[in-house]
Nanobody, 125 residues
Framework: HVQLVESGGGSVQVGGSLRLSCVAS????????MGWFRQIPDREREGVAG????????YYADSVKGRFTVSQGNLGNTIYLSMHSLKPEDTGVYYC???????????????????WGQGTQVTVS
């Protein structure tokens, strides 16, 4: 059983920054694909960023490239999403997700992830 717990959400002004954290615990062993998704009102949940557990590759949605950075903590059980130059359209609930194996080209597909966190709200206004 894998548990993911996000934190770091909040309200921020346009152009501001936030850093989200996701701590993984439980049976998370070996290679994992970790991802950040967001649920914007009236839209489907979308992939924002992904990272291979060996940090070999990171992935980003076009809408956040150059503004968001996904990274992994030193212990390997925490991933971060550093968000800068935030826009109102970044408002939503942000979820951390994990799945055993390699992300690859499907990193943005919701169906490719087995484990999900509870989400953290980000509001940009």
């Amino acid at each position: 059983h894998v548990q993911l717990v996000e934190s770091g959400g909040g309200s921020v002004q346009v152009g501001g920054s936030l850093r989200l954290s996701c701590v993984a615990s439980g049976d998370i062993i070996g290679r994992y694909c970790m991802g950040w998704f967001r649920q914007i009102p009236d839209r489907e949940r979308e992939g924002v960023a992904g990272i291979e557990s060996d940090e070999s590759t990171t992935y980003y949605a076009d809408s956040v490239k150059g503004r968001f950075t996904v990274s992994q903590g030193n212990l390997g059980n925490t991933i971060y999403l550093s968000m800068h130059s935030l826009k109102p359209e970044d408002t939503g609930v942000y979820y951390c997700a994990a799945d055993p194996g390699y992300c690859g080209g499907g990193w943005y597909r919701e169906s490719n992830y087995r484990h999900w966190g509870q989400g953290t709200q980000v509001t940009v206004s």
